[in-house]
């Protein structure tokens, strides 16, 4: 069975950096594709970043490039997400997704296994 399980979510002021951490757990995690989706109270989960098997692909939504950073570590089977420069827009629940296919990908619904979130609040 696939687990995913976030952590390092919390509170912080506007401005500050947070590091979410995906640890798996069940698979083969160095040849799946990964992702982190986001949803805020009231909207639909959104696409944050995704990173490929290897880590050498990368893409990020709009609002995060820049400040944002994806990585892996496959010997640890985790996958990170680096947050700089934080915004209260970037307040909500944040999703580690994987895939069973080994690139990343923007949509939700080419994700296989979805970890249960961890909570960011960024004060303004």
């Known amino acids: 069975q696939v687990q995913l399980v976030e952590s390092g979510g919390g509170l912080v002021q506007a401005g500050g950096s947070l590091r979410l951490s995906c640890a798996t757990s069940?698979?083969?995690?160095?040849?799946?594709?990964m992702g982190w989706f986001r949803q805020a109270p009231g909207k639909e989960r959104e696409f944050v970043a995704t990173?490929?098997?290897?880590?050498?692909?990368?893409w990020y939504t709009d609002s995060v490039k820049g400040r944002f950073t994806i990585s892996r570590d496959n010997g640890k089977n985790t996958m990170y997400l680096q947050m700089n420069s934080l915004k209260p827009e970037d307040t909500g629940i944040y999703y580690c997704?994987?895939?069973?296919?080994?690139?990343?990908?923007?949509?939700?619904?080419?994700?296989?296994?979805w970890g249960q979130g961890t909570q960011v609040t960024v004060s303004s």
């Open positions: 997704a994987a895939r069973k296919s080994s690139g990343g990908s923007v949509s939700r619904y080419q994700y296989d296994y």
């Open positions: 990173i490929d098997w290897s880590g050498a692909y990368t």
């Open positions: 069940g698979r083969t995690f160095s040849g799946s594709g």
